[in-house]
């Protein structure tokens, strides 16, 4: 037994016995005597039922705003709802549906940071599937959110200029957002990637050094930027002179980039400084790590416009790099236009079958028919061409 829970009764029922008192109750007329015990009872019954008059007057006074906070409740969470549907729809390129449910989270919730993540999410879809017009429209209607969730809507403009290639009004977002937020690094990422577009090299590269320091890019990221910069400057020279002043200035690191020296010798080509030209690929051919087929077939495109002076100097320099690369079949190609260009008809004959022995090309058995032309070997020239013609029809097939 719960000793516990009869005591209060035991204690309850001794107190009304031993209370033998009474009250009289007196309105006039009327007079009435009652138990002091059902007094307390009927006290106590009227507070409680007090109570629940009073709270039943004070949920009836509250029930409207009760009804209000649930339907807001019942809002946001088919806000919440509709912009998980969208980000979902988005990344999976479905951007119509997206919008849609941006949309509909829109009309769904009244706080500011929910109607612009909507309102972004229909942009962003909006712009994925070229709907300008509406893209710009969900973009106003963001101007009248709170001043801090404009810096969202600015780079959004900005990313949403650039992928329609529109450099000035991405630049002008972009401003914009710096305007809120001048350290902002993606704000910086951006502009470098809308200078590229334009085509200034020079804020290209000092953007991508200062984006390094920041530790916002990474380093071979860095560099291709550094490359599509200096492509770009060297587009712009007119003359050999302005060629080698530009590689002066260029770190030793970048200048003996392949890709760069490709497009060096293309550029120099262009403006026919073919010696100068050749002693780039010469200085790239020197390093074993550096040197590439592709380098030394350049090289031997050169040979024929290559002045008297040069070509000996460049062959015999070249001679020297067969001792570490004694089977690169397109350095011995090159010696070979190299020694056809000076008529060692000899040396020539030794050069192209070795290379053509290593590796059969259109170029070396067509190399090959030029010099027995030149040195009148018909009935060779013609082996030679008809294996060059072999080659083409294989490989075209």
Known sequence: MDYRAVCPAVLVGLAANLNTGYAILFLPPYRAEVSF?????????????AYAVLRLIALA???????????????AKAA????REAGIAFFEGRYQKAEREALKALESDDLPESRALALLMAARAAGSVNALEKRDHYLAQLDGLPDRLQLARHMLDAELKLDAKDALGALAAIERARALSPNLTSALKLELKVRLLQKQPETVLAL???????????????????LAAYSQQLASFINGKEVRDWLRRIPETERINPKLVNET????????DYDFAASLLAGALADDEQATPELAR????LAEHL?????PELLKTAENWLKTRPRDHMLLLALGRLAMSQQLWGKAQSYLEASASIEPTLCAHAELARL???TDKEDKAAEHYQRSLQLALERGC
């Open 265 to 272: 010798v293309a550029r120099l080509i262009a403006l026919e």
């Open 80 to 83: 919440v709802t509709a912009l």
């Open 61 to 75: 006074a509250n029930l409207p705003e009760e009804v209000r906070r649930f339907q807001r409740q019942k809002r």
């Open 37 to 49: 015990n059902l007094l307390i009872v009927g006290v106590v019954l009227l507070i409680v039922l």
């Open 372 to 374: 027995f032309e030149a």
């Open 208 to 226: 991508t050094e200062r984006l390094l320091k920041a530790e916002a890019l990474e380093p071979e990221q860095a560099r291709r930027y550094r």
């Open 298 to 301: 350049d090289l031997g495109q």
């Open 307 to 311: 002045s008297a002076e040069k070509r």
